[in-house]
């Protein structure tokens, strides 16, 4: 267990060993919520909505990776050369 003082401008500091043991690092995001009379922090990542893939091309992945695990594969000499580039 560890204490932290909350600071003037409502900052508190997560110790370094419960960083490093739910993997937060300088620069992450992190959620804050309040439950049942305490804070609950967690860690958060956070994706531009460009980064998100459409239903389709979830398919296409997943189905991709179903291919790959069966041993079904190309090299990228040859798909290049399949789509004329």
Same mark, same amino acid.
């Given at each position: 267990?560890?204490?932290?003082?909350?600071?003037?401008?409502?900052? +508190?500091?997560?110790? &370094?060993? %419960?960083?490093?043991?739910?993997?937060?690092?300088?620069? /992450?995001?992190?959620? *804050?919520k !309040?439950?049942?009379?305490?804070?609950? +922090?967690?860690?958060? &990542?956070? %994706?531009?909505?460009?980064?998100?893939l459409?239903?389709? /091309?979830?398919?296409? *992945?997943? !189905?991709?990776?179903k291919?790959?695990?069966?041993?079904?594969?190309?090299?990228?000499?040859?798909?290049?050369?399949?789509?004329?580039?």
């Amino acid at each position: 267990m560890s204490i932290s003082k909350v600071g003037q401008r409502r900052q +508190i500091v997560i110790p &370094k060993d %419960v960083c490093e043991a739910v993997g937060i690092q300088v620069g /992450d995001f992190v959620e *804050v919520k !309040r439950a049942n009379g305490s804070v609950v +922090i967690r860690p958060k &990542k956070l %994706v531009d909505a460009e980064d998100v893939l459409s239903p389709t /091309d979830e398919r296409k *992945v997943a !189905r991709g990776v179903k291919q790959l695990k069966r041993g079904q594969s190309i090299t990228w000499k040859r798909l290049k050369r399949d789509l004329g580039v």
